[in-house]
């Protein structure tokens, strides 16, 4: 009988917390969501340091078909397919992540204008420095200045970018 009581009082002590305490799972929710990110980035940094990633001339050498042709991006793109896709694959059916309250899919569905300037204007600032954010970011654990102004010069891009946004909405 006193077994029976310590699980009925528990239980409602659990019922009391739980109820009381919505606020801070929520909250934990969110910070494991940001611990999960930030491991997520620190991952994704180191890969493209071990793989040289973070050194443009690597990627200008991909791109230089006709030159000193440099087929290693493609070996780091394919590690990447093979540790992803099984993870992928485990959570297709999921209807929301592990630490969010939904998926964060894009609703735009065109192709439009702001769609084709963007990824044009993307696609030829990699092609002329062979940087693209990720490993930009990266690189600025080794304090390479160039790396510095890449990355002021996304920012420049994204304030320009609103301001230009501001004047023509």
Do not use: H
């Amino acid at each position: 009988r006193d077994l029976q009581t310590d699980l009925r009082r528990l239980r409602e002590m659990c019922i009391s917390v739980s109820r009381s305490n919505f606020s801070s799972v929520y909250g934990i929710k969110k910070m494991m969501s940001k611990i999960v990110s930030c491991i997520s980035g620190i991952i994704f940094g180191v890969g493209l340091s071990v793989s040289n990633m973070i050194n443009p001339e690597k990627v200008l050498g991909f791109l230089d078909l006709f030159g000193q042709w440099d087929p290693s991006l493609i070996f780091v793109m394919m590690g990447a397919i093979i540790v992803s896709a099984p993870v992928f694959f485990l959570f297709r059916n999921k209807n929301k992540p592990l630490f969010a309250d939904n998926f964060s899919i894009p609703t735009l569905k065109s192709i439009d204008k702001n769609l084709i300037i963007g990824s044009g204007t993307f696609g030829i600032g990699w092609g002329m420095v062979g940087f693209c954010p990720g490993p930009a970011i990266s690189s600025l654990a080794l304090l390479n200045t160039y790396s510095v102004y890449f990355v002021l010069s996304i920012v420049g891009g994204f304030l320009l970018t609103e301001f230009v946004n501001i004047i023509i909405i």
